[in-house]
């Protein structure tokens, strides 16, 4: 009897091993950019992004799809590989790192003094007309000041595809976060 358990516990597991259940999952990539050399230094600006939310059509695992002017669909098999709000918290990070020098940026809080950046994402997705659309609005508190900015991007998909529309979607967050790094540029 052991011998027969063996060998079904052995069958099922490479057939557990082997299987392909259709799903593809996707990472955001952290779009190319000329990378600024951060010399930390007492006295340098901190930053923490704090969050970025998402309304629950984005927060599930599938990526989201407008069909119509007024339909989307959440896939089912083309997956995201963690949840979106922490890769577009995370690409946040590094995006202000990489263009904001004499700033330490962090998805931690840092210090006493605290500059707080925060993001209401309320559109992310790709469109039935070969468009992604990344929209939303930014809470800056820079030293008790309060300002906020919306942001549209709409960018066209150069290929066809769920590769295509995360390279794509990436794309526009990245440049959505360039809007941001204007503002905190011209602090003091």
Known sequence: MKKWLALVMAVALSACSSSDDG???YQLPVVSQPV???QVQSGAHQLWVDQVTVPDFLAGNGLA???TDVQYVIATSNLW???LDQQ??????ANLSAQLPGWVVSSQPLGSAQNVVSANVTGFHGRYDGRVIV???WLLNYQGRISKRPF??????QHD???AMVQTLAQAWQQASQGLISQIALLP
């Open 88 to 93: 577009l918290r995370n690409t946040l990070v």
């Open 65 to 67: 799809y407008q069909t």
């Open 36 to 38: 600024v050399q951060n």
């Open 23 to 25: 799903k593809t999952y």
């Open 81 to 83: 590989a963690s949840p």
């Open 152 to 157: 549209w991007i709409e960018l066209k998909q």
């Open 161 to 163: 595809g769920y590769d």
């Open 135 to 137: 929209s939303g609005e």
